[in-house]
């Protein structure tokens, strides 16, 4: 008898033992048993700013008229466009936000003087509305490009420069600070931290050529402009940057370009 309750006995303690190890095995809130902490998925946000450009009457179909900028805080974007004033006015590239003449017939002064979109950004769930705003000038008239066609100036961000300090920013205007980090492309200080593939620098726009090419230039995102889409390649090429909310084209020619994530880069650009 006296064998039997001690087997017994030890039964007991050893069951007692195996769900004491479990109950501390799922952690205060009774979770996973290996105290695995449970992680909310990130929260995408989509940048995007609404534009407005005055355009010249009378383009033809599949003219360039300006790039939708925008992205995500993780992944890319896609656009598409959710109304329009004139119906078939204008079309929308879904991957990198460039709208171009649908229908030219529509781009006539005498006719119309604004024509207006709204333009869905869109990453996974998320979306974000933009308005397109197209002021169409008489061709008559014409328009004043303001070109800065003064004497080059040399700007430099040397190699694993503090991309945050103003010395390592080129402020072209109050609304175009460029710079660049340690790896990517092109950055606008004002309203970007880092860099991003698809739209940056924000508020800008570029081309391969110059000023005597501008009227068949095709503007498109820094790094589109380049070739391969490497801006190493671009090393050397005349280039047009536009500002697009001051509305001034500057020749700009990048001259190097540091590659191995230390962010250094040397441009020559027009002055006003």
Request: glycine share 8%.
């Amino acid at each position: 008898m006296k064998k039997m309750n001690k087997t017994l006995g030890s039964k007991i303690l050893l069951l007692a033992a195996i769900v004491i190890f479990q109950q501390c095995g799922k952690g205060d809130d009774g979770g996973d048993p290996y105290g695995t902490p449970n992680t909310e998925p990130a929260v995408v946000t989509i940048t995007a700013s609404d534009f407005t450009i005055n355009f010249i009457e009378n383009p033809e179909e599949g003219a360039t008229i300006g790039t939708i900028q925008a992205s995500a805080s993780s992944g890319s974007v896609r656009f598409s466009i959710v109304s329009q004033s004139e119906s078939g006015a204008i079309s929308i590239n879904a991957t990198t936000g460039q709208i171009t003449v649908a229908n030219a017939s529509l781009f006539d002064f005498e006719t119309l003087t604004v024509i207006s979109a709204v333009v869905r950004v869109t990453s996974g769930s998320v979306i974000k509305d933009v308005t397109a705003t197209i002021n169409i000038v008489d061709a008559a008239e014409g328009v004043a490009l303001t070109l800065w066609e003064g004497a080059n100036m040399t700007f430099t961000k040397p190699n694993g420069a503090d991309s945050s300090l103003a010395e390592n920013q080129d402020r072209i205007t109050e609304n175009v600070w460029l710079t660049r980090g340690n790896q990517g492309v092109l950055y606008n200080a004002v309203n970007e931290g880092t860099a991003n593939n698809n739209s940056s620098p924000v508020g800008t726009e570029w081309a391969e050529g110059s000023f005597a090419d501008l009227a068949s230039l095709n503007f498109t995102n820094f790094r589109s402009a380049c070739p391969n889409n490497k801006p190493k390649d671009v090393v050397g090429i005349p280039l047009v940057l536009h500002l697009i909310q001051d509305d001034i084209y500057i020749e700009i020619t990048i001259t190097s370009w540091a590659q191995g994530k230390v962010g250094g880069f040397t441009y020559q650009r027009t002055t006003p």
